[in-house]
């Protein structure tokens, strides 16, 4: 017997067959005698409806109007699936943020969790109820409705068992696990039974979306064991814990191919002081994340030239900051690469294993793939490529490191 | 200027373009200087829409989960409406049943209001900010999510224009007034440009849909003067205030046809103390209200016959119950009508007016109805009749009374 947090996502949730399915699942482990509380999304769609519905009210809806209607999604959800337990017999309840007390700043849209009591889920429990939360949302404290930002039910559901002190955090989604890398691409890529926090926080940043950055970061934080799996199909699906010995026999344990990047590069930069720091401050203070920078050696006149990536999304605002900086400090040009993208391996094994860096490279090499960039982290290395090149680096990746062959990583917990 | 409290039902807010046609309205009585608070309905279909799901997944919805799931609907609403007055540079916001201090009991789906606060309304208030209120719901002590029921709405818009002590509660809604009859069927009806609240209530009861009876009896209660006007077009609608000399002007008020009722016959009832209420104990103890009741005399075999009125709707449950009771008792046949309609005339003038009765039993008897029952109060006659006879039977007394010939009732407020 143990106590649960299970989160459902939107495609678990997004018709009645899929409610009445889930349903089935969580009374079958309520049944079992474990405690449950179950976090849910709203049905896959319908934010998008709600949305659709503000902005053909205003170009710029208001942000805490935003909220008050978007958390009107997951609430639809928790009442139709409390419905479905009880019809069945089960003394479920449902729960909305406010309910069981999570409390953010007032950063509407995106904000961040200060507090969970959880006190109404732990009575709720122990009178043998079966709380329905509704992800995604919470309160500030003045009681105003706020909203965790896209995915933020996975934050609901890792915080609620970190405050609850609960024995696992399942992750149901429509995926059965995390991969060794996109299946879509490489067709031996593997389910990766077990990985640390670090790994999926690195896989996630990397564009894995099966389970939001925040929330591992959350879960590594308070020490919950999140288990991603399908609502599909059978299965064990990924454990994501504390990094153990087992986990160490694997190099790598993941590659990634993120298309999502451009590169940007301010030629004849003066080479003083401060500079870079300019030019990174106000890119930073829009809110555009950059990735990659590599500075050139300085040319004999003190000019270099900084090349530095940020998402696609967000080239066009970054380019207009980028050329009046650049013109601000007396550089040159401004030229850009749309068509690159990144290849990342991931694994804590690297951390004993030297050599990682230099087996990537000359893989790449030997396929003739030309290396623009490249940044290093404890347990990731990442290399900027020409976009075309994308696809065979990962095949190429995945096999040099065995990724392929199972399992490399022992499946035990 | 003054502090208004104006509230729009579901088709006023049906679509965005309503919603953008009302957001106009606001603004228009807002930068005329008064003080507004709106309260609003959930968009037309919307509460039917969620009722739809409830009901897929399950043939008898929790009712503590279906408020939670049917106040989404108003809250949508609030959320699109402010959004809309802010783009538009009105310093609107959106406040939930909870938010407001609307406190109900436990009674959910038909909850009744214990408190109003009201505070965060007047802050609101102080503030310069303009309210857009959530109707319909509230909360319980246990701050679960409550319902008031249909038309629930109205409840709202009074009790907070009764603790705000509003000026006014204007009614928006699809029609422009309160008429003295059913312009479907008599086609020289004609506004009523001010009632009572007890002709009102009269009104209500016997059908007139464009207020909740509850929502009179509150603001009866707290003497809110109430204005029904209609949101798509210009007027000055009907207003619902204390009674005064104007009124005692128009002896009727109104005509109205029922035809939502049905007659159950219980033959050869034993004529002893208790037994009346025995019958009528078994059914309202299932919350069926029996309308009217008639007694014959006694037979010489001490069996006497009982006839009454329940609503259509609720025929088939009276039925059961009325069968049953009927052979414990000792009665003989239970039979049915439900080819009938109840005709009444509304009006504050009956008190000081004799005749009313005479008169309108005259004007039937001379188009040839024949009247079944018959009950009074101080300001109201009904009769049951054949349902065949009913339009002639409003058409013949809205002439008689000379609500045809306006205006009747002074205009002035």
């Known amino acids: 017997m143990a106590l649960l947090v299970e989160k459902f996502g939107g495609t678990s949730v997004g018709t009645i067959e899929r409610i009445h399915r889930i349903a089935e699942l969580i009374e079958r482990t309520y049944r079992a005698g474990n405690e449950v509380v179950v976090v849910v999304s709203a049905m896959s769609g319908e934010t998008d409806r709600l949305l659709r519905l503000a902005h053909e009210i205003t170009s710029q809806p208001d942000d805490r109007e935003l909220d008050m209607l978007l958390s009107c999604g997951e609430r639809v959800t928790i ?218 050696v300085s040319h004999q006149d003190a000019l270099t030239d900084i090349s530095f990536t940020v998402p696609r999304s967000d080239l066009a605002r970054a380019m207009d900051l980028v050329k009046q900086t650049a013109a601000e400090i007396g550089a040159g040009a401004v030229e850009v690469k749309e068509a690159i993208a990144k290849v990342s391996l991931v694994g804590v094994g690297m951390r004993s294993h030297s050599g990682v860096a230099s087996r990537m490279f000359q893989t790449l090499a030997r396929e003739k793939v030309n290396i623009m960039m490249i940044s290093t982290s404890e347990i990731k290395i990442s290399c900027v490529l020409d976009e075309r090149d994308v696809d065979k680096a990962v095949r190429a990746l995945h096999e040099e490191f065995g990724l392929d062959k199972g399992p490399g990583r022992a499946e035990s917990a």
């Open 79 to 296: 009442a139709l699936l409390a419905m479905k337990l009880r019809s069945r017999g089960i003394n479920a309840r449902s729960f909305t943020g406010r309910q069981v007390g999570i409390v953010t700043n007032s950063s509407h849209t995106r904000a961040r969790i200060a507090k969970v009591t959880a006190d109404p889920v732990k009575q709720a429990l122990d009178q043998g109820v079966l709380p329905i939360v509704a992800g995604f949302q919470g309160v500030n404290e003045r009681s105003e409705v706020t909203t965790l930002g896209r995915g933020g039910s996975d934050l609901t559901a890792v915080a609620l068992a970190a405050t609850l002190k609960a024995d696992r955090c399942v992750i149901f989604t429509d995926v059965d696990g995390v991969y060794t890398t996109d299946p879509n691409v490489v067709s031996s890529a593997r389910r990766i039974p077990k990985l640390s926090y670090e790994e999926m926080l690195e896989l996630a940043s990397l564009g894995a979306k099966v389970l939001q950055a925040r929330s591992v970061e959350f879960a590594a934080k308070y020490g919950v064991p999140v288990q991603v799996k399908s609502s599909f199909q059978e299965g064990e699906g990924t454990l994501v814990t504390h990094e153990d010995a087992d986990m160490e026999q694997a190099v790598v344990s993941g590659v990634t191919g993120d298309r999502n990047q451009a590169k940007i590069t301010v030629v004849g930069v003066p080479d003083r002081p401060g500079i870079a720091a300019n030019l990174f401050g106000v890119v930073a203070e829009h809110s555009i994340v950059v990735d990659m920078i590599i500075q050139n």
